[in-house]
């Protein structure tokens, strides 16, 4: 993810809409240091937002972990790297502000979790993949990663996509519950803004409680198995 992610409130709104756009200018590769910025992002959205968008560069939502340090046997540099990208996903699948995604590009592993968190999901049509790798890398998917996924991949995709590692394009993106609606290149930004915008015509604290009340027992089982 970006290194320096772009954090903005939407003043063309009667509402504040709080952007988070990460471009490392590469493959969007999550480091520490990007990880640390996009949860400042999100706390301090959090705080002061209506609704939230998050975004990635175009060509690439999130690449995943920086693979520099996933292969480097540092066994501390790795777990703390999946730990910041980990607390990003409890940020995100645990607010009860309106949350929106906009996806402009490919999405693996956690970026992929991060769509699973959003509550819509738009994407851009394109030659862009989405793939859950760990299978395929003999890792074993650790609860924190697994209760998004057993909440929002369709139950006839699951085996698939998490077992098998199958790669999808977006269309089976949307069929496997990585995204909502596909729109045409270019307009998935504006598409998700519009969308935080309407979600937040709904009542702030209806909204909140109807998203979160039935996530409480998978967001106690994700903290535990951080530790947190």
Known sequence: MAENPDRMSNENLALCLFDIYFDDGKKNAITPEAAAQILAGLE?????????????????????????????????????????GAKILLKLYGTGKPLVAACTGHAFTIGALWLLACDTRIGEQGAYKFSMIETAMGMVLPDWAMEP??????????????????????????????????????????TAVESAAQLTKLPAKAYAGNKLVPRQQSLQIMAESLGL
Do not use: H, W, Y
Request: glycine share 10%; net charge negative.
């Open 44 to 84: 301090e959205a959090e705080a002061n937002a209506d609704a939230i968008v998050i975004a990635g560069r175009p060509g690439s939502f999130c690449a995943g972990f920086e693979l520099a340090t996933m292969t480097s046997g540092d066994q501390e540099a790795i777990g703390e790297l999946s730990l910041a």
């Open 149 to 190: 996924l057993k909440a929002r991949v369709n139950p006839a995709r699951f085996l698939p996509v998490v077992t098998q590692s199958v790669t999808l394009d977006p269309a089976g993106a949307v069929d496997a519950g990585f995204l909502d609606r596909l729109v045409p290149e270019g307009e998935a930004i504006d």
